[in-house]
């Protein structure tokens, strides 16, 4: 099973909804990759074709509009899951954050995530502001890929207390093998600050589903 993010899910999705209006898109890369394989496609336009087709539907489109289609779309269930999207958030995140908060710490999010979809669920899945997405150095920054060695170097590089966490997703049963790690692994087993969480031996349930 091959893991994507629920952006990608959601980009498809909205690339179907909108490819009745856009006949140009069945002859145009990367819209035809995607529409053609959907997420899958994702290994063959990259990061950038798909930065080019959120930039597609993004277009002309209030925040406002993409918010309610994100919170329409994760009603909707995984195909590889079977749980709907909004209950694929990671439980032990949702734990960290609440923990975090009933000690008078000020969480923010950072995300690869476009600022549409993740204020259709940060506030009601995390209870997390809209408006916290960026914040002074944190003490404490959690990742899942290569895009998060910034903000991990960011946080542990300060004097004082600091923390990096690192999450592996090596649980292909559970949930599905994914991600680009390579470079954050190697630099997380030569820092002392950082820690790797592995999916598959550190955590007790993946999801916030409400199934077993």
């Known amino acids: 099973m091959y893991n994507c993010s629920g952006q990608v899910y959601f980009l498809i999705d909205m690339l179907n909804k909108m490819a009745p209006d856009h006949p140009e898109w069945q002859k145009q890369q990367p819209f035809a990759s995607l529409l053609k394989k959907g997420p899958e496609a994702l290994k063959d336009v990259g990061l950038s074709g798909a930065f080019d087709a959120l930039a597609g539907i993004y277009s002309n489109q209030p925040i406002s509009d993409i918010q309610v289609n994100a919170q329409q779309f994760l009603k909707k269930e995984h195909p590889a899951h079977k749980i709907p999207f909004s209950e694929t958030t990671y439980l032990p995140m949702v ?10 710490f ?15 669920f940060t506030n ?42 690192l999450v592996n997703h090596d649980d292909e049963l559970r949930e599905g093998l994914g991600g680009h790690v390579e470079r954050a692994h190697s630099l997380a087993r030569s820092n002392s600050e950082w820690i790797i969480i592995s999916i598959k031996t550190d955590f007790k349930k993946v999801f916030t589903d409400k199934t077993n």
């Open 106 to 120: 000020k969480v923010f999010i950072v995300s690869g995530g476009t600022l549409g979809f993740m204020r259709a």
């Open 124 to 165: 009601d899945i995390y209870n997390v502001p809209n408006e916290q997405v960026i914040g002074k150095r944190p003490i404490i920054a959690v990742g899942n890929s290569d895009g998060d060695i910034e903000i991990l170097t960011y946080a542990t590089e300060a004097d004082g207390i600091q923390l990096g966490l």
């Open 95 to 104: 734990e960290l954050i609440s923990y975090l908060q009933k000690n008078q």
